[in-house]
């Protein structure tokens, strides 16, 4: 199966082309803005490097949120284009849950994923070692992130650790910090995409997912109205 995924959602641009554990072409690089102006041409030259086309790709992966209302949807929007274009299975996979799959942990450990999400809040969501979920994604207020957390000995990644640390250190909870990447990488959103294929078939997967928004957007339509999401 040979594979692209991309990520645009949060503070970088990333996107790789795999086939099994055989990495094609990969591209990673912190990017807070300029998503839109990059991602084609990247998906481009990736696919020249690799020597393939459009044609040759059997399944996309995506990062769907939470992230930048403007950065997630130039992903998704990619994506989804792919996808429909070639009759593909899209695999849609959450900021955290890239960002906590390379992160070791020892069986008495939570891994804690958080981005900082300005305004006194934060996007978490909490694994067990082996990276199952233990909470669902959540946006919560930095004085009531620990609240949100069970355990005793946490594993820190992502934007948000040092706002946590603070928090837990304040409580006398123990934690430490991965050395994992605190931005999602589109390798590792491959890798869990293919995992998720091999293990529910392709077909689960026909129908493009849908963006997490924990949060609307700060931009407003005239008169004040909220913009509508589709």
């Known amino acids: ?38 991602l084609t041409g990247l998906i481009a030259r990736l696919l020249d490097e690799a020597r393939l086309t459009p044609a040759d790709l059997t399944a996309l ?26 009759g593909l299975p899209l695999v849609g996979v959450t900021t955290l ?9 020892k069986p008495d450990e939570v ?13 978490l969501q909490s694994f067990d070692a082996g990276h199952q979920p233990l909470t669902e994604p959540l946006l919560v207020s930095v004085d009531d992130a620990v609240a949100h957390l069970t355990g005793t000995d946490f594993v820190l990644v992502g934007t948000g650790s040092e706002i946590l640390s603070e ?7 123990r934690h430490r ?8 990488d589109a390798l590792n959103v491959a890798r869990i995409a293919l995992a998720r294929i091999a293990a529910e078939g392709a077909e689960t997967f026909a129908k493009a997912p849908e ?20």
């Open 1 to 38: 199966m040979t594979l692209l995924a991309l990520d645009t959602a949060q503070g970088a641009l990333s996107a790789v082309l795999i086939r099994g554990e055989d990495i094609l072409a990969r591209h990673f690089e912190l990017r807070t803005k300029g998503h839109a102006e990059e």
């Open 61 to 86: 992966a995506v990062t769907i949120g939470p992230g930048t209302f403007t950065g997630l949807r130039v992903g998704l929007a990619t994506a989804r284009g792919f996808a429909l274009a070639r």
């Open 97 to 105: 849950e890239a960002i906590a799959f390379p992160v070791s942990a």
């Open 111 to 123: 891994i804690v994923a958080s981005f900082d999400a300005r305004r006194d809040e934060l996007y």
């Open 167 to 173: 928090k837990l250190g304040a409580q006398g909870l």
């Open 177 to 184: 910090f991965s050395d994992a990447p605190a931005q999602p």
């Open 211 to 230: 963006p997490l928004y924990l949060r609307a957007p700060d931009a407003k339509l005239p008169g004040g109205l909220d913009p509508v999401f589709v």
